[in-house]
């Protein structure tokens, strides 16, 4: 059985930082395209970050120059570190893993932006 645990959510302050973690077990993260994908209210999930097998990554423009995707294979993780958040990062953020037939979702966690 597959299951992510995430975690690193919250509230947070515009200008601060976050990183989310996603443990998984039931896979070989090593072996799987890891992404990060977050949905808001009355939006469409939309892919944020990603990292293939051999460490590219993938960023949507709005969160280059400030979000970082990586993995631990070791710890079968994956992570995104989030550094000056803004109001319109607030949604709740997915760990996905994908590769050629397989396609995992996390539970997801709540980010929020607020003053």
């Known amino acids: 059985q597959v299951q992510f645990v995430e975690s690193g959510g919250g509230l947070v302050q515009p200008g601060g930082s976050l990183r989310l973690s996603c443990a998984a077990s039931g896979i070989i993260v090593s072996i799987y395209t890891m992404s990060w994908y977050r949905q808001a209210p009355g939006q469409q999930r939309e892919l944020v970050a990603s990292?293939?097998?051999?460490?590219?990554?993938n960023y949507a423009d709005s969160v280059k120059g400030r979000f970082a995707i990586s993995r631990d294979n070791a710890k079968n993780t994956a992570y995104l570190q989030m550094n000056n958040l803004k109001p319109e990062d607030t949604a709740v953020y997915y760990c996905?893993?994908?590769?050629?037939?397989?396609?995992?979702w996390g539970q997801g966690t709540q980010v929020t932006v607020s003053s």
């Open positions: 996905n893993a994908r590769t050629l037939g397989s396609n995992f």
């Open positions: 990292i293939t097998t051999n460490g590219n990554t």
